[in-house]
């Protein structure tokens, strides 16, 4: 197998890392390393020819201005070929400030990125990264030369504004998340030179290259372009400017104006005027739609020294809903559909390709199960509370499920039955974690309740609970925020569950109200699917698992969770093996060891699978999407996957038009 520079050697500097076939397409952390390691040299760079234009009436500085230092310059392989120039990429957004699939057709912009399937982290922005042996101090090397899209050089003093302006500012951070500080307190950032940052922490954060690659805890807004910003900052704007524009903006308060001017959500940047390091600019947002154009100085070139991105333009425009994006994808009227594009109509897909000129590619589903679902633990009826707490219920609930069923009627049996747990190429996985009981055996889950004395004594088909009324509960969700096919798993496991004699109801809900009445301890029940099932996020974020935070998605630890997070002054008391649960995970964010970090994470795994504190269908489902016929390197083997970003690591600003 072929070997690439591809990953960060997170305990001290870079290693040689081979993938696996399907994600064998790679980038190099720089150009000076794609020369060393395959012998070939970039003599010259080459530009699109829009932007020679600009060159030529002196509007732009030439190319080889334009890029990084010669020797940081990141260097992108191909997929397929050397990609041509020109174009405008047509695709869709269900909200206007929010991710679309317009969003996709460009990378992550941030210091580290996950490599294609989610199992380690390799340099981005940051050229090297290196750590301490304990893990407390981690330092960052940037490229040297890269610049904003507007021109102005990208250093560390940008992410010193980021910290010493913002992070430290209460009014523009009143609460600091969880991935600059642990226990010991908060991370202190120091400038070692104008290209090299270094974070130092009170205790072991082994996992902080994990947070930067995929942005948890807001740390997108790391990256800050301090030349622009710090005119709505108090401490650099003049005093009268800044309040008039904060009056005729319509808002009350300059650290409002200063979060709508830096309108970055998860890297993505909603503001035409806001300089970015991404490979598109935003030029022109509308009620319903948004354009762009590629950055004259973004700090990528392929192999052949083309500066990328190949496409002119990227339009997404506004659908009212993913049914009216489905129309657009039958007629053709659309280059490239990710987040709408939906497993049932697959068939659909394929009997329309010829007429809408595009490809149906399947990729392989980056979520550990399609649709999860979860019973509250800490329920405010007590009666309730007994019987979810009970695990004979949970395992009974897991047994009553047909997942060949599901697989065979909403996959077209493409997926797997499948225990919720980490994929199979995590360090954490182990397989009998996937098989807890996930056998279809309604008879033994009937034994299970029988055992737990829920029975129907009046014979109405129902049981009862131990006060004598019916057991009856409501699993509440919100299809408009899950990014898989819920609703006919919800209609298929409610129907099972109520085979076995549960009153078992489900509703719809909007996916604000779902935030409240989750958090709020509301819920009698929820269904969502699961992102966190890669080594990028298992590790920082075991949501369905662990009870870390009270979560919008999940109901089974809400008051055990806040109980936590409050020390106690909050929340409801968990019992000795929720406490034991939770200390596994706090020693895994600590623990310098990857040994014993791994050790730690299988322990809490193989209590999920004997608890079910998260009750898994379906897995390795998987997920369309659709790609016009005339598009080039865009990978037929996929991840989709929040983790990875879901194309984002996959170096989207080399997608091409052929002609």
């Known amino acids: ?109 941030r210091l580290v990125k996950p490599t294609p399937d989610g199992t380690r982290v390799i340099p981005h922005l940051a050229k090297k990264v290196e750590s301490s042996e304990d893990k407390t101090i981690w330092t960052f090397y940037l490229r040297r030369g890269v610049k904003w899209s507007d021109g102005y050089p990208f250093t560390a003093d940008d992410i010193m504004f980021w910290y010493e302006d913002v992070l430290l500012n209460k009014e523009l951070t009143p609460a600091i998340s969880a991935p600059m500080k642990t226990k010991g307190g908060l991370v202190k950032v120091k400038k070692i030179d104008d290209y090299t940052v270094q974070f130092k922490f009170p205790d072991p954060h082994p996992y902080f290259v994990n947070r930067l690659a995929h942005g948890g805890g807001g740390t997108w807004h790391l990256i800050i372009p301090k030349h622009y910003m710090k005119q709505f900052h108090p401490k650099y704007a003049n005093k009268e400017k800044l309040e008039k524009e904060i009056k005729e903006r319509g808002f009350d308060h300059w650290y409002e104006l200063f979060w709508d001017r830096n309108a970055n959500w998860e890297g993505q940047v909603m503001n035409t005027e806001r300089p970015t390091l991404a490979p598109y600019m935003l030029v022109k947002k509308t009620s319903d739609r948004r354009i762009y154009e590629r950055n004259p100085y973004y700090w990528k070139v392929d192999t052949a020294g083309n500066q990328l991105p190949y496409f002119d333009k990227i339009v ?96 077209y049996g493409k997926a797997a039955p499948r225990q919720y747990t980490v994929l199979e190429s995590s360090k954490y996985f182990e397989p009998e974690f996937a098989k807890a009981y996930i056998e279809y055996n309604p008879e033994k889950a009937k034994e299970l309740l029988d055992e737990m004395g829920l029975i129907d004594k009046d014979g109405d088909g129902w049981r009862e609970r131990p006060d004598g009324k019916r057991l009856t509960f409501t699993i509440e969700y919100a299809p408009a925020a899950i990014p898989t096919a819920v609703t006919p798993n919800v209609e298929l ?152 970003g879901w194309t984002s690591a996959r170096d989207p600003e080399q997608f091409f038009f052929k002609k």
């Not at 600009?54 to 191909?78: F, M, N, S, T």
């Not at 009970?390 to 599901?406: C, G, Q, T, W």
């Open 316 to 411: 997404g425009k506004l659908a009212t809903n993913k049914e009216v994006v489905q129309g657009m994808i039958m007629s053709g009227e659309v280059d490239f559909v990710g987040f709408a594009a939906d497993i049932r109509n697959y068939p659909m897909y394929k009997q329309y390709e010829e007429k809408g000129g595009y490809r149906t590619i399947l990729w392989k589903s980056g979520y550990g199960c399609q649709v999860v679902y979860f019973v509250n633990l800490t329920h405010k009826d007590p009666i309730l509370r007994k019987i979810f707490q009970d695990v004979r219920f949970r395992r009974a609930l897991s047994l009553a499920i047909n997942r060949e069923e599901i697989n065979d009627t909403i996959y």
């Open 1 to 109: 197998m072929r070997q690439k520079l591809m990953v960060i050697l997170l305990s001290v500097a870079v290693c040689l890392l081979g993938l696996t076939p399907a994600l064998a397409q790679g980038s190099w952390a720089t150009l000076q390393e794609y020369e060393k390691a395959t012998g070939k040299k970039i003599e010259k760079f080459s530009e699109a020819p829009m932007l020679k234009t600009k060159v030529a009436a002196g509007i732009l500085p030439p190319v080889e201005e334009r890029l990084p230092q010669r020797e940081d310059i990141y260097v992108v392989e191909p997929i397929e070929e050397i990609g041509r120039y020109g174009g405008t990429a047509r695709t869709t957004t269900l909200q206007i400030n929010s991710y679309g699939s317009d969003s996709l057709l460009m990378s992550w912009e």
């Open 493 to 644: 496991v409610t129907r099972y569950w109520q085979e076995i004699g549960i009153d078992v109801r489900a509703k719809q809900i909007s996916g604000e109200l779902q935030s409240r009445r989750a958090t709020g301890n509301l819920m009698d029940a929820t269904a969502w699917c699961d992102g966190s099932a890669v080594d990028i996020l298992f590790p920082i974020d075991p949501r369905h698992v662990v009870p870390t935070w009270p979560r919008w998605e999940e109901c089974t630890f809400t008051e055990w969770s806040r109980w936590f997070n409050t020390d106690g002054k909050e929340g409801m008391e968990p019992p000795a093996e929720i406490k034991q649960l939770r200390g596994w995970w706090d020693k895994m964010q600590i623990e310098p060891s990857e040994h014993k970090r791994i050790e730690l994470g299988k322990k809490i795994l193989a209590l999920q699978a004997e608890k079910l504190w998260a009750i898994g269908t379906i897995g390795k489902a998987p997920r369309p999407v659709i790609v016009s016929k005339n598009i080039g390197n865009f990978p037929e083997h996929g991840f989709w996957a929040w983790g990875t």
